[in-house]
């Protein structure tokens, strides 16, 4: 997995070289606010124009709390992504949403019924308290993706290099995706 930020046209267009399995375009922390919507541009424009072979090509979306997932579904959705990473999951409504609005998408596109996979990334306690609720919320969910980082953040942890401060929300989401 490389996540591209996708404020970078030169990175976006060089990433489709890369002998990787899958390319995360990034539009949540990789892009800073003001470049949010050039962004969505840049990646709309990578994935109409250049050719991935067969690397697989998931835009990373804002959290949908942050009120700037729909525009970066909108500003990238015809392109027709492999996928779509949602940051920050905390709840399963927030992966019901996003299942609508990929819903529509195909209906109107008249593409396959969920042919744009789906996952959730949990970087948050209260994320790893919902994970049951989490995994269940629509059979769109293709996996889960811990943030370490935000995670220890959002605990109030520091980093170490024995990652302990981590293991028990890594072995619960691990837990839960095998139980899927």
């Known amino acids: 997995l490389l996540y591209v930020p996708g404020d970078s ?8 070289g890369l002998a990787v399995d899958t390319l995360i375009f990034d539009l949540e922390d990789g892009v800073a606010l003001n470049q949010k919507l050039n962004a969505r541009h ?3 424009q990578a994935l109409t124009t ?9 835009v990373r979306l804002n959290a ?4 700037l997932a729909e525009d970066d579904l909108t ?7 492999h996928g779509y990473v949602v940051s920050k ?5 927030d992966l019901v949403d996003i ?8 209906l109107l596109s008249n593409w396959q019924p969920e042919s744009i996979r789906l996952f959730a990334m949990i970087e948050t306690a209260l994320g790893v308290m919902n994970l049951r609720e989490i995994c269940m919320a629509t059979p769109r969910l293709d996996g889960l993706i811990f943030g370490a980082e935000d ?16 293991l028990y929300a890594r072995s619960a989401v691990v837990a839960l995706s095998a139980a899927g």
């Open 9 to 16: 046209p030169r990175k976006l267009e060089k990433s489709a």
């Open 42 to 44: 840049n990646i709309f």
């Open 50 to 58: 250049h050719h991935f072979g067969n690397i697989e090509c998931l």
């Open 64 to 67: 949908v709390e942050s009120g």
């Open 75 to 81: 500003g990238t959705v015809a392109a027709h992504p």
């Open 89 to 93: 999951v905390e709840s399963p409504e």
């Open 99 to 106: 299942t609508y609005w990929l819903d529509e998408a195909e």
């Open 151 to 166: 995670y220890a953040a959002s605990v109030g942890a520091v980093r170490t290099r024995a990652g302990n401060e981590v």
